[in-house]
């Protein structure tokens, strides 16, 4: 069987049970070549069991799961030569040295000699761990072992990359070489999908997001574009007046003001939400340019990325149907 191409990660009708539990109803997933891909959602999401099923680790209900165009359902063998699973704070041998864990494992991808030395001495430098590679393992900090791991996983040049909270107990700095690594290998047409507590890292990393609520895809697509229809749903507006705000928040709460709402005062600016679609916002700005209140500014203010999964993790949650 072939999957359309080209497609990095193409994920079907994914469903994953733990006995009575559904942990993912229903996953449709598809991620180009090249795509760092943040999975988000709250926790419970489904976040993790979507990982370990793309990485082979666990046998779904049913579905059809391609990466890098091998089927991972019927041939766990071929997609395993082409992917690379990264899980949170993964387990290091204490005692081995950083080169000799890297060493182990690229034998065990075929590479021995100079070509195994030089590959370990170039993931070593992707991760800046290139002065690293006498120390031994449990010497490394947290975060060290984090970059460890990620050159491991970058040993056999996978062409799907799954990474599951990369960024724990990363400090600023290493988490600039996280992102500095992650964008280098999607340049070179790696397929990278990972997930991260870290939500503005997230937003600033990725060229495109799904949002996962109760183990069902509820948004995905390009991270700015995605954040701008969630904004939609639930717009909030900034109105600046030249003098005293009180007037502009009296007038809000007049129902000349409807279908905006709930107006605050920060400073000396009004924040309120507002319910109407793109028509109803032009007749609220049409009245309040009518409304000799001195507007000086207003903006349509988007949601952030962390205010999204908030949203998310706050909606009521739905059983999956048996």
């Not at 690229?106 to 195994?116: M, N, T």
């Not at 990363?170 to 990278?192: F, H, N, P, Y």
């Amino acid at each position: 069987m072939s999957v359309p191409a080209p497609h990095g990660v193409w994920v079907r009708n994914l469903r994953v049970d733990y006995g009575p539990f559904t942990a993912v109803p229903h996953l449709d997933l598809t991620i180009p070549p090249g795509e760092i891909y943040g999975l988000i959602g709250p926790n419970g999401a489904g976040k993790t069991s979507t990982f370990r099923a793309l990485a082979t680790l666990l046998d779904p209900v049913h579905g059809e799961i391609f990466l890098g165009g091998r089927d991972a359902r019927h041939d766990p063998e071929a997609a395993r030569a082409v992917l690379a699973y990264m899980p949170d704070l993964a387990p290091l041998p204490e005692d081995l040295r950083a080169a000799e864990y890297l060493r182990f494992f690229a034998e065990s991808h075929g590479l021995y000699g100079p070509a195994r030395d030089q590959r370990v001495a170039a993931c070593l430098e992707a991760v800046d761990l290139t002065g690293r590679q006498h120390v031994f393992c449990r010497a490394l900090s947290l975060g060290m072992r984090q970059r460890l791991n990620l050159a491991r996983c970058l040993l056999h040049r996978p062409k799907v990359l799954i990474l599951d909270e990369p960024a724990s107990g990363m400090d600023v700095a290493a988490r600039a070489s996280l992102k500095e690594a992650l964008r280098a290998q999607a340049a070179s047409g790696t397929t990278i999908i990972l997930s991260s507590h870290i939500l503005p890292e997230v937003q600033d990393i990725c060229s495109s997001i799904g949002l996962l609520q109760n183990g069902r895809l509820v948004d995905s697509g390009e991270t700015r574009e995605v954040l701008l229809r969630q904004s939609h749903a639930k717009k909030r507006l900034r109105i600046r007046t030249a003098g005293s705000p009180e007037n502009l928040l009296s007038w809000l709460y007049s129902p000349d003001a409807l279908p905006a709402h709930a107006p605050v005062l920060r400073g000396d600016t009004v924040e309120c939400q507002f319910a109407g679609d793109t028509e109803a916002q032009a007749r609220f700005f049409t009245r309040l340019a009518g409304a000799n209140l001195a507007v000086v500014s207003l903006e349509e203010i988007h949601s952030s990325i962390e205010e999204v999964v908030l949203r998310l993790a706050s909606a009521p949650h739905e059983p999956a149907a048996p």
